[in-house]
């Protein structure tokens, strides 16, 4: 697995930022935060848009050398298109029925084949860890991509603790089931087309503990917004986006290579690695090229992504374009 | 008299045919203002959008020229055929833009993945070759190539048909777990081709039916 973290012609973000500024940046971000909250409070008398689970979880973070720095997204961009099927297939349903994810209470349950299982409250689950910036790129299978300020901790701490046995080989990740209030949950012939509810995906034993995938409880510097997956979801970067699954519940060791919800509807469509390659084709979207959201022009997709210095290690003498 | 004469001499009452091309026209006139920035705007992946809502509107314009005879033939008011080849042309004129749009917005004319969607993506051949057939038929139009092809004009032009297939197909192709939208969109194109069988066969037992009797 690979240590080294940043890229050679990247510069680290100590080098370009003045020391007096970067030891000030709590104060800053409190500030924000704060004002943020004041104005969504007071201003406009509305609840905080955020998860009601984690309401007042304090977002302090560092940064990180895996962050990208590309110009980010804005937010309005990341939280009004969206693809979460459960609360409609269109791009601003999440958006509009995002009240319709209910997140408090939310309890994770980690077990399977592990010497520490446990369930957690979301709190207990998130507060024994650090935050990190991670500014991602963000590839959707559909062909258009991000650029997302996450706030998070990597999955291996997790795991760490957890501390799965030698079995385990692979990672099984499963999202609320909550057809009662979820109307992309509730089946209408054709609507969901098949798709198997709860969400599901999985990730192979060492992409999970590599150190690029990262559980993400903030956006910006907020708590992650309903749509984006709140309270807390996966984010592996050099996949595309639909593998990073949201508002997960359930965290399993197992065995076996998992059952994941689109790898069901369409195995020949969205393959269980579904590394970004833009030399393996979609049968229906081009993936030699991508829009990042906010531009005009069409840009070469990467392989892996962008992070083939980090990741491609993973899958040495695997062939690709059979392991999709 | 004939039913061609009769045909011909069914007006649609005045100011129908101009009411019924402005109306056509709205949906064009309302992505456009879109595009603009009026309505919201086109939203945060604006291209897409724009393929969207103009694929969506090709495909009703397509519906809607398929429409005409078997309103026709329901309402038996001849003077709606009058405005068939209008809606046709209207409906080439949705494809068109739809097709620009994929051409010189989405890929900016990059002729190497132009190239590539034409060759290795199935929705895109399909989509691709129902414009081709409406091509064929908007170039036959008018009333002289009407007249020069004769017979072979109707056989020509019943490749709307097939267009309206291949349309369907682009659509379900490019359908992600949601198929309500092509499932209504195949319904009615099923039933206006469905008709058009069942017209057909009516009409031939009928013809049968006076000859027996007579």
Same mark, same amino acid.
């Given at each position: 697995m690979l240590i080294r973290n940043r890229r050679r012609s990247e510069c680290s973000h100590s080098e370009i930022t003045p020391p007096e500024v970067y030891a000030r940046r709590r104060e800053f971000l409190r500030a924000g935060v704060g004002l943020g909250a004041g104005l969504a409070l007071g201003g406009l008398g509305m609840a905080l848009p955020a998860s009601a689970a984690l309401r007042g979880f304090p977002l302090e973070f560092e940064g990180s &050398?895996?962050?990208? &720095?590309?110009s980010k997204t804005a937010y309005d961009e990341i939280t009004s298109y969206?693809? /979460? /099927?459960?609360?409609?297939?269109?791009?601003s349903d999440p958006k509009t029925y995002?009240?319709?994810?209910?997140?408090?209470p939310w309890t994770i349950t980690v077990d399977g084949l592990c010497e520490n299982p446990g369930e957690y409250a979301v709190e207990d689950f998130i507060s024994p860890w650090s935050l990190e910036e991670r500014i991602y790129r963000m590839r959707c299978v559909e062909g258009w991509s991000m650029v997302i300020p996450w706030i998070g901790f990597e999955l291996n701490r997790i795991i760490e603790k957890a501390?799965? +046995?030698?079995?385990? +080989?692979y990672v099984a990740f499963e999202s609320i089931y909550d057809p009662d209030n979820l109307r992309?949950?509730?089946?209408? +012939?054709?609507?969901?087309?098949g798709l198997e509810w709860p969400y599901t995906e999985g990730l192979r034993l060492d992409e999970a503990m590599h150190p690029l995938t990262i559980l993400a409880v903030g956006l910006y510097d907020e708590v992650l917004p309903n749509q984006n997956g709140a309270p807390i979801r996966v984010v592996?970067?050099?996949?595309?986006?639909?593998?990073?699954?949201?508002?997960?519940?359930h965290i399993r060791f197992v065995e076996d290579q998992p059952p994941t919800l689109w790898n069901q509807a369409q195995s020949d469509e969205y393959g269980?690695?579904?590394?970004?390659?833009? &030399?393996? &084709?979609?049968p229906r979207w081009s993936q030699r090229t991508e829009r990042r959201i906010g531009e005009f022009r069409r840009r070469r997709t990467e392989m892996f992504n962008g992070y083939a210095d980090e990741v491609a290690s993973l899958y040495e003498g695997m062939d690709l374009t059979r392991y999709i | 008299m004939t039913a061609s004469t009769r045909r011909a001499r069914a007006r649609p009452p005045r100011g129908v045919w101009w009411a019924v091309l402005l109306a056509s026209l709205v949906p064009a006139a309302w992505i456009g203002l879109r595009t603009l920035g009026?309505?919201?705007?086109?939203?945060?992946n604006p291209i897409e959008k724009l393929l969207e809502l103009s694929g969506t509107h090709a495909m009703i314009a397509l519906l809607i020229a398929l429409a005409v005879t078997p309103l026709r033939q329901m309402?038996?008011?001849?003077?709606?055929? $009058?405005l068939r080849r209008m809606l046709g042309l209207v409906a080439f004129g949705y494809v068109t833009a739809h097709a620009l749009i994929w051409l010189?917005?989405?890929?900016?004319?990059d002729w190497e993945l132009v190239l590539y969607d034409l060759t290795e993506r199935p929705f895109v051949m399909v989509g691709f070759a129902a414009w081709l057939i409406l091509l064929a038929l908007t170039l036959t139009s008018t009333d002289g190539a009407q007249r020069w092809l004769k017979k072979k004009w109707v056989w020509l032009h019943r490749g709307v048909y097939l267009a309206g297939v291949l349309a369907v197909l682009h659509f379900l192709w490019l359908a $992600?777990?949601?198929?309500v939208e092509v499932a209504l969109y195949a319904a009615i194109l099923a039933f206006l081709l469905g008709w058009r069988v069942h017209y057909r066969w009516q009409t031939r037992r009928r013809v049968h039916a006076r000859r027996v009797s007579a």
């Amino acid at each position: 697995m690979l240590i080294r973290n940043r890229r050679r012609s990247e510069c680290s973000h100590s080098e370009i930022t003045p020391p007096e500024v970067y030891a000030r940046r709590r104060e800053f971000l409190r500030a924000g935060v704060g004002l943020g909250a004041g104005l969504a409070l007071g201003g406009l008398g509305m609840a905080l848009p955020a998860s009601a689970a984690l309401r007042g979880f304090p977002l302090e973070f560092e940064g990180s &050398d895996y962050s990208t &720095d590309e110009s980010k997204t804005a937010y309005d961009e990341i939280t009004s298109y969206n693809n /979460f /099927f459960e609360m409609g297939p269109g791009k601003s349903d999440p958006k509009t029925y995002a009240d319709q994810l209910k997140t408090d209470p939310w309890t994770i349950t980690v077990d399977g084949l592990c010497e520490n299982p446990g369930e957690y409250a979301v709190e207990d689950f998130i507060s024994p860890w650090s935050l990190e910036e991670r500014i991602y790129r963000m590839r959707c299978v559909e062909g258009w991509s991000m650029v997302i300020p996450w706030i998070g901790f990597e999955l291996n701490r997790i795991i760490e603790k957890a501390q799965p +046995r030698g079995g385990a +080989r692979y990672v099984a990740f499963e999202s609320i089931y909550d057809p009662d209030n979820l109307r992309g949950q509730r089946r209408r +012939r054709g609507s969901s087309g098949g798709l198997e509810w709860p969400y599901t995906e999985g990730l192979r034993l060492d992409e999970a503990m590599h150190p690029l995938t990262i559980l993400a409880v903030g956006l910006y510097d907020e708590v992650l917004p309903n749509q984006n997956g709140a309270p807390i979801r996966v984010v592996v970067p050099w996949k595309y986006g639909f593998k990073s699954i949201k508002s997960i519940q359930h965290i399993r060791f197992v065995e076996d290579q998992p059952p994941t919800l689109w790898n069901q509807a369409q195995s020949d469509e969205y393959g269980f690695y579904s590394n970004v390659n833009p &030399d393996v &084709d979609h049968p229906r979207w081009s993936q030699r090229t991508e829009r990042r959201i906010g531009e005009f022009r069409r840009r070469r997709t990467e392989m892996f992504n962008g992070y083939a210095d980090e990741v491609a290690s993973l899958y040495e003498g695997m062939d690709l374009t059979r392991y999709i | 008299m004939t039913a061609s004469t009769r045909r011909a001499r069914a007006r649609p009452p005045r100011g129908v045919w101009w009411a019924v091309l402005l109306a056509s026209l709205v949906p064009a006139a309302w992505i456009g203002l879109r595009t603009l920035g009026w309505f919201d705007g086109l939203g945060v992946n604006p291209i897409e959008k724009l393929l969207e809502l103009s694929g969506t509107h090709a495909m009703i314009a397509l519906l809607i020229a398929l429409a005409v005879t078997p309103l026709r033939q329901m309402t038996g008011l001849a003077w709606i055929v $009058r405005l068939r080849r209008m809606l046709g042309l209207v409906a080439f004129g949705y494809v068109t833009a739809h097709a620009l749009i994929w051409l010189g917005v989405d890929l900016f004319f990059d002729w190497e993945l132009v190239l590539y969607d034409l060759t290795e993506r199935p929705f895109v051949m399909v989509g691709f070759a129902a414009w081709l057939i409406l091509l064929a038929l908007t170039l036959t139009s008018t009333d002289g190539a009407q007249r020069w092809l004769k017979k072979k004009w109707v056989w020509l032009h019943r490749g709307v048909y097939l267009a309206g297939v291949l349309a369907v197909l682009h659509f379900l192709w490019l359908a $992600r777990a949601d198929y309500v939208e092509v499932a209504l969109y195949a319904a009615i194109l099923a039933f206006l081709l469905g008709w058009r069988v069942h017209y057909r066969w009516q009409t031939r037992r009928r013809v049968h039916a006076r000859r027996v009797s007579a």
